[in-house]
Structures are given as C-alpha cells and as structure tokens.
C-alpha cells in the first residue's frame, strides 16, 4: 500500500510539473506572438522599432546568461522527469501482486513429529 501512495504522490507532482510547464509554454508563445506583432509594426511604427532594437541588445549582451540559465533549467526539467519515470516505473513493479508458486514446485514439508 505504501507503494500506491508513493505512486499517486509521483503522480500528482509530474501532473503539477506538466501543467506548470504547459504555462511557462503558453507564455513563450505569447511573447513570440507579440514580438512578430512587433515585426509587423517595426515598418511604421518608431515605438515597435525601439522595442524590438531593446531586444536585440538584450539577446546580444544581457540574454546570454538568461539564455544559458534556461538552457540549464531545460536540462535539469529533462533529468528530474527522467528521474521520476524510472521511479514510477519501479513502484509500479513493486505494486504489482507477485505470483504465488506453483503447487509442484513447492518444496514438502517436514513433519514436526518423529514417528516409531
């Protein structure tokens, strides 16, 4: 039983992690979104031109250690899922009821009495 319960734990974090993830996702599509917004207005618009030059100089000088730090953070994410699969497997194989052993194959017992 002890299993289960580690297994539904195992559970309910990588749902929380899945879902934390599928918002940090919907959240970088959103300032992709926003950045090809940008694009589009960059042509005739002098406010959209400045932010995009602000972010080009971020990405060339400020967003290396940003971007190495994400890379960092993705690499640890994929090792701690991976982790937390081998785990979920490995409490599923303890969880499982082990066959008992077949009559034939079990060994006699012996009589705690001596007979005369």
Request: with cysteine; aromatic share 2%.
């Amino acid at each position: 039983m002890q299993g289960l319960e580690q297994l539904k734990d195992a559970m309910t974090d990588l749902h929380r992690r899945k879902e934390a993830m599928r918002e940090q996702m919907q959240a970088f599509e959103a300032l992709q979104d926003e950045i090809a917004a940008l694009r589009a207005r960059a042509a005739r618009d002098p406010d959209a031109r400045r932010k995009l030059q602000r972010l080009d100089d971020l990405m060339k000088h400020g967003g290396q250690g940003l971007a190495e730090r994400m890379t960092e953070q993705a690499g640890k994410t994929e090792q701690c899922l991976k982790r937390l699969g081998d785990e979920i497997a490995q409490l599923a194989l303890a969880a499982a009821p082990q066959p008992e052993a077949s009559r034939e194959r079990r060994t006699p017992r012996k009589f705690a009495r001596a007979f005369v």
